[in-house]
């Protein structure tokens, strides 16, 4: 009995997330319509998406965010965001940690997530990843957004890892556009988020989003031939703080 009025609790939690992600997008639908007619208006698109939709789902979720920092991150200055990716409540936590705008390089397949993906796709820099073109005009969009003085974000798995693995290797997208572009990598440790919402059905609860904001990687002087390096880093900076979370 008292399983299943656990697993009662944990259906009407998917419920109420997945009511608390569509409900602001309808109510603020005009005004988020207006703000991706033009790049010129993503900052605007932006401050709305962090602070009406992604705080509503965090805090209505009973997930409050608890952010350390070693080091802050200027304003109207550009970088790469990387963090490990474990949950939906990532894209949230993301917009929550950065006051810098910036946009998600993500997988094209969200585009098909319906009400998410109408906007997803208006405002994220898509990627096939099995399309070698699709990799390439990536670049050349992400040039075009730091240009506009925006900053990246990123989950260099590539993808959501299976439960069991802590974090999963990184691929070299998101360190090769860094180097390229000069900016700083900003590592993130998300260490609560596979606890509160995990892609296991059957799980997830109410409580703390810890984020550690690590120090800054900075590329200045780095060379194409550095990536593999810098990759595995802040990869190993993520891992250690991960571990001593568990």
């Not at 033009?38 to 009973?62: C, D, H, V």
């Not at 997988?107 to 073109?133: S, T």
Request: charged share 20%.
């Amino acid at each position: 009995m008292i399983k299943l009025l656990k697993n009662i609790g944990h259906v009407l939690y998917r419920v109420w997330f997945y009511l608390l992600v569509a409900l602001p997008i309808f109510v603020f639908f005009p005004i988020l319509l207006l703000t991706t007619i033009s790049e010129r208006t993503y900052p605007q698109f932006f401050w709305i998406a962090r602070n009406l939709w992604a705080k509503t789902i965090l805090y209505g979720m009973g997930c409050f965010p608890k952010i350390t920092w070693q080091q802050k991150l200027e304003r109207d200055k550009s970088y790469m965001l990387v963090a490990n990716h474990t949950s939906m409540l990532d894209i949230m936590l993301m917009l929550y940690t950065s006051k810098n705008p910036f946009v998600f390089v993500g997988k094209m397949e969200l585009a098909k997530i319906p009400v998410f993906g109408f906007f997803y796709k208006r405002v994220c820099i898509l990627v096939d990843r099995n399309n070698p073109k699709s990799r390439t005009a990536v670049y050349r969009r992400v040039q075009h957004r730091l240009q506009q003085k925006l900053s990246i974000c990123i989950f260099p798995e590539g993808g959501v890892p299976d439960e069991e693995v802590l974090l999963d290797r990184f691929k070299d997208g998101a360190f090769r556009m860094a180097i390229r572009h000069h900016i700083p990598v900003v590592p993130m440790s998300f260490l609560d988020c596979k606890k509160r919402f995990s892609w296991t059905f059957l799980s997830g609860g109410p409580g703390p989003l810890r984020v550690k904001v690590h120090s800054f990687f900075e590329t200045g002087i780095l060379g194409a031939e550095d990536t593999s390096t810098l990759r595995e880093e802040v990869r190993q900076v993520i891992l250690s703080e991960l571990d001593a979370s568990t």
